[in-house]
Nanobody
Framework: QVHLAESGGGLVKAGGSLRLSCATS????????MGWFRQAPAKEREFVAA????????YYADSVLGRFTISRDNARYTVDLQMNTLKPEDTAVYYC???????????????????WGQGTQVTVSS
């Protein structure tokens, strides 16, 4: 099983940037598709972005398209989320996760992912 740990969250003003990182363990990381989700208070967990094991393919939620970029480094076992032009509505706890099965590629539903990290808080002030 892959173990995940997110970092890089913090407080930033609207229009600013943050880079989140997800450190992983487990020798199967390089063969697994990965994703980022977020959850704001009193809201359901929401898909943000996903990246294939080879970094050849990505997909994003419409709300972050053009502002966020997901990337990965299989040699360092990390998945990053570069977040630019942040908005107050981006405020949430951000989680990384592993896609359960390659046949679920393209899914944005949390149930399609597993091995959630503990999350990192991102707060965007107006």
């Amino acid at each position: 099983q892959v173990h995940l740990a997110e970092s890089g969250g913090g407080l930033v003003k609207a229009g600013g940037s943050l880079r989140l990182s997800c450190a992983t363990s487990g020798h199967t990381f390089a063969s697994r598709h990965m994703g980022w989700f977020r959850q704001a208070p009193a809201k359901e967990r929401e898909f943000v972005a996903a990246i294939s094991w080879s970094s050849g393919s990505t997909y994003y939620a419409d709300s972050v398209l053009g502002r966020f970029t997901i990337s990965r480094d299989n040699a360092r076992y990390t998945v990053d989320l570069q977040m630019n032009t942040l908005k107050p509505e981006d405020t949430a706890v951000y989680y990384c996760a592993v896609l359960r099965d390659t046949t679920a590629w393209g899914s944005m539903h949390p149930a399609a992912f597993e091995s959630w990290g503990q999350g990192t808080q991102v707060t965007v002030s107006s």
